[in-house]
T-cell receptor
Framework: QQQVKQSPQSLIVQKGGISIINCAYENTAFDYFPWYQQFPGKGPALLIA?????SEKKEGRFTISFNKSAKQFSLHIMDSQPGDSATYFC????????????FGSGTQLTVLP | SAVISQKPSRDICQRGTSLTIQCQVD?????MFWYRQQPGQSLTLIATANQGSEATYESGFVIDKFPISRPNLTFSTLTVSNMSPEDSSIYLC???????????FGSGTRLTVV
């Protein structure tokens, strides 16, 4: 069964700084690695996802870096803003055929003004 | 991406009763999932809702406790049966529209069992 290890559990950065969250996975049936952002009282919202025919994907201030040989991927938030304060989850497809996602344990990000 | 309407958004229920959560999608989707998110925790998959057949449950979840219906490609329900305080969680419906679009979540149902 797929396991996804996410770190750190919590992260505090100053406004304008770089936030980095890391995830490692075991096995996957297909290559699709999303990051979700969740605000209190809301469902997770897809932030950015990568299909590893590339090693990096950038959307605005958010970048996913992917290392397939190491089975690791990370989220970088550049110029972090207080509005980025939320819980971030990485996910990876389960190893079976049913195409479910297995989620990391989450990182609570706080960006100080 | 698909728009998901999940009802109710929250409820407070008595121990021993059942609650049915509805998930309505604005377009036909092949794959629908139900997740549970306990307070301050990550998302755990309960089951995959299969259209026209029984749901596929993950380890630790059983049909008698979490019966699921999926009568068509846009709608599903999850029932939390014979509830206890340990069932207090957020329950989330999710759909997958293929890798290009990704997996979308509803806003969740916050359930409190007293």
């Amino acid at each position: 069964q797929q396991q996804v290890k996410q770190s750190p559990q919590s992260l505090i950065v100053q406004k304008g700084g770089i936030s980095i969250i890391n995830c490692a996975y075991e096995n996957t049936a297909f290559d699709y690695f999303p990051w979700y952002q969740q605000f209190p009282g809301k469902g997770p919202a897809l932030l950015i996802a990568i299909r590893p025919d590339v090693s990096e994907k950038k959307e605005g201030r958010f970048t996913i870096s992917f290392n397939k040989s190491a089975k690791q991927f990370s989220l970088h938030i550049m110029d972090s803003q207080p509005g980025d304060s939320a819980t971030y989850f990485c996910a990876a497809p389960s190893a079976g055929s049913a195409r479910q996602l297995t989620f990391g344990s989450g990182t609570q990000l706080t960006v100080l003004p | 991406s698909a728009v998901i309407s999940q009802k109710p958004s929250r409820d407070i229920c008595q121990r021993g009763t059942s609650l049915t959560i509805q998930c309505q999608v604005d377009s036909q989707v092949t794959m629908m999932f139900w997740y549970r998110q306990q307070p301050g925790q990550s998302l755990t998959l309960i089951a995959t809702a299969n259209q026209g057949s029984e749901a596929t449950y993950e380890s630790g979840f059983v049909i008698d406790k979490f019966p699921i219906s999926r009568p068509n490609l846009t709608f599903s329900t999850l029932t939390v049966s014979n509830m206890s305080p340990e069932d207090s969680s957020i329950y989330l419906c999710s759909v997958a529209q293929g890798i290009a679009v990704g997996y979308t979540f509803g806003s969740g149902t916050r359930l409190t069992v007293v």
